[in-house]
Nanobody, 115 residues
Framework: QVQLVESGGGLVQAGGSLRLSCAASGRLFMINTMGWYRQAPGKQRELVASITRGGSTNYADSVKGRFTISRDNAKNTMYLQMNSLKQEDTAVYYC?????????WGQGTQVTVSS
């Protein structure tokens, strides 16, 4: 079992920044890809960014150039630095860890971007 706990969400004005953290605990061996997903009201959950254990990253087109995903394997923590936030970034953000064949999810953290 893997436990994931997100933190760092909140209310921010458009153009502002937030940094999300995801702390992982439990049986962490064989976790390769971790990622951030988000779900806005009435919409499907979507991938925001992902990062492999080796540091390879992937971003949704809508956040490229504004968000940066990183991972500290020694601290078992993943981060999402979000800059130049837009109202359309408002959503619940979820941390994900893939430990084949299982997917683990955090409880989510709300990010609200005001005009």
């Amino acid at each position: 079992q893997v436990q994931l706990v997100e933190s760092g969400g909140g209310l921010v004005q458009a153009g502002g920044s937030l940094r999300l953290s995801c702390a992982a605990s439990g049986r962490l061996f064989m976790i390769n890809t971790m990622g951030w997903y988000r779900q806005a009201p009435g919409k499907q959950r979507e991938l925001v960014a992902s990062i492999t254990r080796g540091g390879s990253t992937n971003y949704a087109d809508s956040v490229k150039g504004r968000f940066t995903i990183s991972r500290d394997n020694a601290k078992n923590t993943m981060y999402l630095q979000m800059n130049s936030l837009k109202q359309e970034d408002t959503a619940v953000y979820y941390c994900n860890a893939n430990q084949y064949p299982f997917d683990y999810w955090g409880q989510g953290t709300q990010v609200t971007v005001s005009s």
